[in-house]
T-cell receptor, first 118, second 117 residues
Framework: DAGITQSPRYKITETGRQVTLMCHQTWSHSYMFWYRQDLGHGLRLIYYSAAADITDKGEVPDGYVVSRSKTENFPLTLESATRSQTSVYFC?????????????????FGPGTRLTVL | AQKVTQAQTEISVVEKEDVTLDCVYETRDTTYYLFWYKQPPSGELVFLIRRNSFDEQNEISGRYSWNFQKSTSSFNFTITASQVVDSAVYFCALSGANAGNNRKLIWGLGTSLAVNP
């Protein structure tokens, strides 16, 4: 199916375990993003990637690791899960476009992964 | 610093009423983009509109309309003749243009809209 998918959709894990959330997009977009959504905080950027093998920290990167060996995949790993990482995680992708002198993009989101850390 | 404020945390209306969701932003950039996203109860985030800072024309798409006013730094969203299916959380967001590798979106905290039959 075309678009952006995330797996798993739901995950329950225990404190201290390693967890990997997967994100796959079929648009060949250059940019990919990971956000977490928590009540009272809205959406916060964890990491983003401008292209394969290029990643950078967002607003809340601590405790997370990302990689991007292929353009279409952008997995997010919680190396040692903590209860504070219980959240809904969204992956997004976008492609840079140029209109006159302006560069911009629109981010399109996956369906989200609801992660619970016990 | 960039900031997006959605002062209305929750709004409740009766079906067929018109409703306006407010969005006020702060930025020092002269060029920037504004966005609205919808998050229905099913949880996905759906892109609705993108506007650049040079285009202050109002936008209408069916029952949805957007009013962008640079003078008041506002980008308000109006739903005309609301329907139950419009019930969702709506997010306003801001990003810079010509931002190189920094593609960050600055998000408001969202407005939860409940449309009651």
């Amino acid at each position: 199916d075309a678009g952006i998918t995330q797996s798993p959709r739901y995950k329950i894990t225990e404190t201290g375990r390693q967890v990997t959330l997967m994100c796959h997009q079929t648009w060949s977009h250059s940019y990919m993003f990971w956000y977490r959504q928590d009540l009272g905080h809205g959406l916060r950027l964890i990491y983003y990637s401008a292209a394969a093998d290029i990643t950078d920290k967002g607003e809340v990167p601590d405790g997370y690791v990302v990689s991007r060996s292929k353009t279409e995949n952008f997995p997010l790993t919680l190396e040692s899960a903590t209860r504070s990482q219980t959240s809904v995680y969204f992956c997004a992708s976008s492609e840079l476009t140029t209109n006159a002198l302006l560069e911009t993009d629109t981010q399109y989101f996956g369906p989200g992964t609801r992660l619970t850390v016990l | 610093a960039q900031k997006v404020t959605q002062a209305q945390t929750e709004i409740s209306v009766v079906e067929k009423e018109d409703v306006t969701l407010d969005c006020v932003y702060e930025t020092r950039d002269t060029t920037y983009y504004l966005f609205w996203y919808k998050q229905p109860p099913s949880g996905e985030l759906v892109f609705l509109i993108r506007r650049n800072s040079f285009d202050e024309q109002n936008e209408i798409s069916g029952r949805y309309s957007w009013n962008f006013q640079k003078s008041t730094s506002s980008f308000n969203f109006t739903i005309t003749a609301s329907q139950v299916v419009d019930s969702a959380v709506y997010f306003c967001a801001l990003s810079g243009a010509n931002a190189g590798n920094n593609r960050k979106l600055i998000w408001g905290l969202g407005t939860s809209l409940a449309v009651n039959p």
